[in-house]
């Protein structure tokens, strides 16, 4: 990726503060960039990751192995448990620790260098707490406005970067993806493009000029470069490397309300994630879902559901208003909302297969969703309560006194 010709190579970016922020735009810019690759699907490019990973081989000391590829990560599963490869995952134990210690030295690279700005106006890294203060800014903040607002790179960086895709990609679609191959064979798995969030934040940093790193670790993140650009999962054995291609199908959609480009999957049709030999995931609205949630929801199913988050997702499928009226659950208690002005608090009495005395609390999302409209949402609250301010209140951690005072919630 070429310079920015306008960054100085000093460590840190102008402390004009206009200028600043357009260079923390460019940074999001490229952050964006690795996104798309962590979310890109169709054919992997088989010439440069195997290339790359016989380049990691060479490092830990080992030939370059037999590339076997299959259609998706499940497949991968299927083949290394028959083939039992994962007794010969010597070489998978020294790439993972080439690549740890590699980051290790990295991280503390960046640790020890020295922020360049003026004390009196910008937020100092060597201050513990005025850092975490920046980091607690910068997660409320645009990236562009906790620049303007003084808050040096680092914490800007961390968070709209490594933590974004990390959220976006690794605990969003890997973790989805993780659910077709369990690890039944007991190795290290590398997920490719989903490992944008490491790679991107350190390639951020040295192409913009913040920090030089050694010869080995440049030639190690080039190599993981590659391998986030060219291609989906792979495992690393003895004699063979498996190679999973990238899905054919990834949707997506922005969470809400983001403030550092977070997205997360999402499909209300089909498998949010599909691959090439028909296995996928049904994901709505970032929760993975069984493929009768999207295609059949019943009361009976929500009712035997074990799994809070799949439970409300089916319900919220159905409408609740609908599951209300079929599922013919008891009413507690109604009152208006004085956190939410305009919209009604509803207490229910669960149904007798949810286990355990319980309540639901239905209440109207203080934010708009996409669509412009505000959905209603159920909480499951302690079946003690008889008052839906007072289970309202609970939530927030207060008591229904209190919580009636609240000019408005979120």
């Known amino acids: 990726m070429p310079m920015p010709s306008t960054f100085p190579r000093r460590g840190t970016f102008s402390d004009n503060p206009d200028e600043y922020a357009e260079s923390i735009r460019a940074v999001c810019a490229q952050r964006d960039r690795w996104l798309g690759y962590g979310l890109k699907s169709g054919p992997s490019d088989r010439t440069t990751a195997e290339s790359a990973v ?4 060479r490092k830990s000391g080992h030939p370059d192995p037999q590339f076997v590829w299959v259609p998706s990560p499940a497949a991968a599963a299927e083949l290394i448990t028959a083939r039992t490869l994962a007794n010969n995952a010597d070489v998978g134990a020294r790439i993972a620790s080439i690549l740890s210690d590699s980051r290790h030295r990295m991280d503390q690279r960046i640790d020890r260098r020295q922020i360049e700005w003026p004390q009196q106006y910008f937020y100092s890294d060597r201050n513990a707490q005025r850092d975490l203060v920046a980091r607690i800014d910068v997660s409320r903040r645009s990236p562009t406005d906790a620049a303007r607002a003084g808050i040096s790179p680092d914490p800007i960086i961390r968070r709209t970067v490594r933590k974004s895709l990390h959220t976006s990609l690794f605990d969003g679609v890997a973790t989805a993806v993780r659910s077709l191959a369990p690890h039944p064979f007991g190795t290290v798995s590398w997920y490719g493009q989903q490992e944008a969030h490491r790679v991107a934040y350190y390639d951020i940093y040295r192409s913009f000029g913040l920090m030089t790193f050694g010869h080995e670790d440049n030639e190690l993140l080039d190599i993981q470069s590659a391998l986030v650009e060219s291609t989906g999962w792979w495992w ?17 959609e922005p969470i809400p309300d983001p403030v550092h480009g977070e997205v997360r999957l999402h499909n209300s049709s089909s498998p949010a994630v ?10 709505l609205n970032g929760t993975v879902v069984p493929k009768w949630v999207i295609h059949d929801p019943t009361v009976e199913r929500i009712t035997v559901e074990r799994n809070v988050e799949i439970r409300r997702s089916a319900i919220e499928r159905i409408g609740w208003d609908a599951y209300l009226d079929r599922a013919g659950l008891r009413l507690v208690d109604t009152d208006d909302d004085p956190g939410n002005p305009g919209c009604t608090l509803q207490l229910f009495a669960t149904p007798a297969g949810w286990g355990g005395e319980g309540r639901i609390l239905l209440a109207v999302n203080g934010s708009r969703e996409r669509d412009g409209e505000r959905r209603r949402y159920g909480l499951r ?30």
């Open 274 to 283: 599909e691959f090439g030999d028909g296995s996928g995931v049904h994901v």
């Open 54 to 57: 016989a380049q990691l081989y």
């Open 236 to 252: 690393a054995f003895d004699d063979i490397a498996v190679m999973s291609e990238r899905p054919t199908v990834l949707h997506t």
């Open 381 to 410: 609250v302690p079946g003690a309560f008889s008052s839906a301010v007072d289970a309202a209140g609970w939530t927030y951690g207060l008591a229904g006194a209190d919580y009636g005072r609240l000019l408005r919630r979120t």
